[in-house]
């Protein structure tokens, strides 16, 4: 009786701890993604330097795009977006909840962007993501209860 009962709470712990991670990872994933897709694109440089790192902040600066018209615009933010997306995926994959995440960009001018210096996003594109983190976090937990039941 008393090595079942320890097989429960070690299965129940484990359980837990899954989700935890997952939720964790998820949220984190989610949130970055929502930032760079929010990133106004010029050059691109901005939006593809989005640089996620675990336990350290490491960034990286990304400077070959083009801007010579409106759809260079477009086109930048699908290149940009074919280099940050990949990162973060990566990144966030290996995440578990005793981890400390960062999200950085390296660029001065992204601090500009952030606080409304650009018709494209004139309420930045961080703190709107971040007021919508709950719903990130219930959608995650969501997809925790789901994937370890």
């Not at 086109?75 to 005793?98: F, M, Q, Y």
């Not at 930045?124 to 925790?144: C, P, W």
């Amino acid at each position: 009786m008393n090595e079942k009962f320890s097989k429960s709470v070690k299965n129940f712990i484990d359980k837990t701890n899954k989700r935890l991670n997952y939720i964790f990872s998820d949220v984190c994933k989610s949130l970055s993604k929502k930032i760079a897709m929010r990133t106004p694109v010029k050059t691109g440089r901005c939006l593809a330097s989005w640089s996620p790192s675990i336990n350290q902040i490491s960034v990286m600066k990304h400077s070959g795009f083009d801007f010579k018209s409106e759809a260079d615009r477009e086109r930048n933010k699908e290149k940009a977006l074919k280099v940050v997306i990949p990162i973060i995926d990566g990144k966030c994959s290996s995440l578990k909840l005793t981890d400390t995440y960062y999200f950085c960009n390296p660029w001065n001018y992204s601090v500009l962007l952030e606080y409304g210096h650009s018709r494209f996003a004139p309420n930045g594109m961080v703190r709107i993501t971040m007021e919508e983190s709950d719903i990130y976090i219930k959608n995650a937990v969501a997809k925790a209860k789901l994937e370890y039941k």
